[in-house]
């Protein structure tokens, strides 16, 4: 099989940064706790303020994407976190603590959006997806090991530990910099005549602000992002307040879902990139494969069986069929939106289309608590609601986007790289 050139580099870059990101989100609040030795509802606030506002970082790297590149970005981006993570034990005072976490929490919202535009940039056709695909696996593989590895550090030098996480986190960023020194981005496509790449430039987000068709992509993908934020922050919440369940089954749900997405990640895209299925298609089934689950979790609800293997078996079927609908969304979804912004804009194209998941992530805990409240079965009706919009969206655009970026097409063999 043909190789992009710099491939298994990034593939490798993307294991590495998994493993950095691994290391601390699962404890994220004990963490930083222990890093700084601030309280925990002061660490907390601190995070969802900065968080919310990093998202601001988000259309000044689309822009930087459009006029540096992509793999320049990523270099700050990743320079960002590892300065960020380096400082945090000296950080125990507020104000020193919430600078870095800014800098830190808007490189983490910007890093996303940079990523899927150096998939742009290195590789055409049927090679994004089968590079999203091994990026989105690989990740998921890393951030399993990163937790892992820092279950382990902890077990054995106890909070202290958490001040080594932090510092092994600033070297996992730096080295997965290091491993993208080898991509090359291809020859840009030439464009029509009159649409020249400057005067698109210029355009910046008015352009995008413009393009109804991928403000329909995007909104599809916010409604699709609720559903992948129900996983960290409704299915706990779920098991222990609704059903009464162990918590343990949060931790064993978590784990097939990120060892499913490591194992069966590029199987399942291959599988359906060899079907031909279009682009939006596959987005729209991977979104009715989540409706279906949530399916069974508003039956779960509205049953809440008192056999606790009854409740452990029916969740973990359930978050299977979740994560296959993550494995067919993703990989298309992402891709879908990289192939329709056009070239010399896409940095903000594709910061636009971040933001989509940003947002949701940010509204998931205060949206998920609220409807949890009402009724245990309103929260998944609410989520298979979402879902059926998101899939119908993407179908009715599908005839209003760039053809080759609904199509699969195969890359070129002799592709042209820049020197």
């Known amino acids: 099989m043909r190789r992009i050139p710099g491939e298994r580099s990034m593939t490798f870059a993307a294991a590495v ?5 691994g290391m601390y989100v699962p404890f994220t609040l004990v963490f930083f706790h222990y890093v700084t030795g601030l309280s925990f509802p002061v660490v907390g606030a601190v995070l969802t303020v900065t968080g919310l506002a990093g998202m601001a970082a988000l259309p000044l790297a689309g822009a930087a994407v459009d006029r540096f590149g992509a793999r320049p970005v990523q270099y700050v981006l990743y320079a960002t976190r590892a300065v960020g993570f380096l400082f945090y034990p000296a950080a125990q005072s507020l104000p020193a603590f919430a600078a870095v976490a800014f800098l830190t929490a808007a490189a983490d919202r910007a890093f996303p959006a940079a990523q899927s535009a150096l998939i742009g940039e290195v590789a055409r056709g049927a090679d994004r997806d089968r590079l999203q695909a091994a990026l989105r ?5 890393g951030s399993g090991a990163g937790a892992l590895l820092a279950t382990l550090v902890i077990g054995v030098a ?7 996480a932090a510092w092994g986190n600033a070297l996992t960023f730096t080295v997965a910099a290091l491993l993208l020194r080898p991509l090359r981005p291809l020859r840009p496509v030439r464009t029509a005549p009159g649409a020249a790449p400057g005067a698109r430039r210029k355009a910046g987000y008015r352009m995008v602000a413009a ?5 329909t992509l995007t909104a599809a993908n916010f409604l699709n992002a609720l559903s992948y934020s129900a996983l960290s922050v409704l299915f706990p919440l779920f098991i222990v307040q609704w059903l009464h369940g162990p918590a343990a089954l949060t931790g064993t749900a978590f784990t097939i879902n990120t060892v499913l997405c490591a194992v069966a990640g590029m199987f399942v895209a291959g599988r359906v990139r060899g079907a031909g299925a279009r682009r939006t298609r596959a987005a729209a089934l991977g979104g009715m494969l989540f409706a279906a689950s949530f399916a069974g979790l508003a039956v779960l609800a509205a049953v809440r069986p008192a056999a606790g293997w009854v409740i452990g078996a029916a969740l973990l079927a359930l978050v299977v069929v979740y994560t296959v609908g993550e494995l067919v969304h993703s990989p298309s979804a992402e891709v879908l939106a990289v192939s329709a912004a056009p070239e010399p804009v896409r940095g903000r194209y594709l910061a636009t289309y971040q933001l989509s998941w940003s947002l949701a992530k940010a509204l998931a805990p205060s949206l998920f608590t609220g409807l949890l409240a009402v009724d245990g079965r309103v929260p998944w009706l609410f989520l298979i609601a979402t879902s059926a919009v998101a899939a119908g969206l993407l179908i009715r655009v599908e005839r209003r986007l760039p053809v080759e970026s609904v199509v699969v097409a195969r890359a070129p063999r002799d ?3 820049a020197s």
């Not at 393009?211 to 403000?215: E, N, Q, T």
């Open 415 to 417: 592709l042209v790289v």
């Open 158 to 164: 106890g909070p202290a530990a958490y001040t080594y």
């Open 137 to 141: 696996a690989l990740t998921n593989g």
């Open 211 to 215: 393009d109804r068709p991928f403000l």
């Open 17 to 21: 940064n998994g493993i950095g990101n």
